[in-house]
């Protein structure tokens, strides 16, 4: 289904999971500041219309990888937010069982392969499951998501090498916000375009404006459906704008006022907003919307912080699959 062919109640559905990553990630941030989340949690806050447009397309059969900063992916391909909120504050309810944490998300009944905290280490393992798909005659796809600071890794041009050479059934999304971590991308790469690493492996690129759900929805529709017709690769690379730190309690010493302010008017959120306005939509209805997201978040939250810890005596459950642990036996 083409943009053109969005009608109200699915532009509302848009609007309501760009909230519901948003006020997600807030109670998140929170959290982290109050010491109840293990570790340094990365958030997305500002590219959350990377995650809404392109997972609107996916399948739950389809398989997705992300990396450090995956909780809008997660949530955007169909996760529950109360098993996602359980693990990243290291529940039992959680969809790792409370032993994955923030950045190493794995949701397999919706599809999520799993997030990774290594820059890059997340796209050969997508093409690996394309692979797959690709051998079992299936016509599932794989999509990963990652950050502009991957292009620099030396994997990221393997896989696409392979993913060109063998065709695969691989959506790379490259969610490009200009920071690798601490540093801009005019200060790593003298490539401005995460697009051109495609030409010379023949894989067909676009870039788009990563901060409009609409403009992602449309180029994303594009691309699978290429991608399931013919079974080869494409490129989507995204430009957006992280409005958070590189994680909770990153002071952003390197960025203006200035700079900051300016990016603000370009909220995914905002923009949706402006143009549901145009279409008709009351602001009662767009305020009703994030009041209906934020409570059920935080009785998401709330049930989520009353559940169980892991208990420390099955530590080693789940390490290995159990026909690993069979083979190894043998």
């Not at 796809?141 to 991957?150: R, S």
């Not at 079974?231 to 309690?249: Q, S, W």
């Not at 009785?299 to 069979?326: H, I, K, N």
Request: glycine residues 8%; charged residues 25%.
């Amino acid at each position: 289904m083409s943009v053109k062919e969005l009608n109200k109640d699915m532009l509302l559905a848009f609007y309501e999971q760009l909230w519901r990553i948003r006020l997600f990630e807030g109670q998140v941030q929170r959290l982290a500041a109050r010491g109840e989340v293990p570790g340094f949690p990365h958030l997305s806050t500002g590219q959350e219309a990377v995650a809404v447009g392109v997972c609107a397309h996916l399948r739950e059969d389809d398989y997705l990888f992300s990396g450090h900063r995956a909780h809008g992916h997660v949530l955007a391909k169909g996760s529950d937010p109360y098993a996602v909120f359980a693990e990243i504050i290291g529940r039992q309810d959680g969809v790792c069982r409370g032993r994955g944490g923030s950045m190493h998300l794995v949701d397999v009944a919706h599809g999520v392969l799993g997030a990774t905290g290594v820059v890059a280490g997340n796209v050969s393992l997508a093409a690996g499951a394309a692979w797959a798909a690709q051998v079992r005659g299936e016509s599932r796809l794989a999509v990963v998501f990652f950050g502009d600071g991957a292009t620099g890794a030396g994997v990221f041009h393997e896989t696409l090498n392979l993913a060109s050479l063998w065709q695969l059934p691989l959506l790379l999304v490259c969610e490009n916000n200009g920071m690798a971590e601490f540093t801009s991308r005019e200060e790593h790469s003298n490539v401005a375009k995460v697009s051109a690493f495609a030409v010379p492996y023949d894989i067909p690129a676009q870039t788009i404006d990563g901060n409009d759900v609409l403009a992602v929805y449309e180029a994303a529709r594009e691309a699978i459906e290429a991608i399931r017709a013919s079974g080869a690769p494409r490129l989507l690379e995204c430009m957006t704008y992280r409005m958070a730190g590189h994680y909770v309690g990153d002071a952003q010493h390197y960025r203006s006022k200035e700079e900051l302010a300016a990016m603000k008017q370009k909220d995914p959120i905002d923009r949706l907003r402006r143009h549901l306005v145009k279409q008709g939509v009351s602001d009662n209805e767009l305020e009703a919307v994030a009041a209906r997201v934020k409570t059920e978040l935080d009785a998401v939250v709330d049930r989520a912080r009353r559940a169980p810890r892991p208990d420390p005596a099955t530590v080693l459950e789940d390490v290995y699959s159990t026909a690993f642990a069979m083979a190894q036996r043998a």
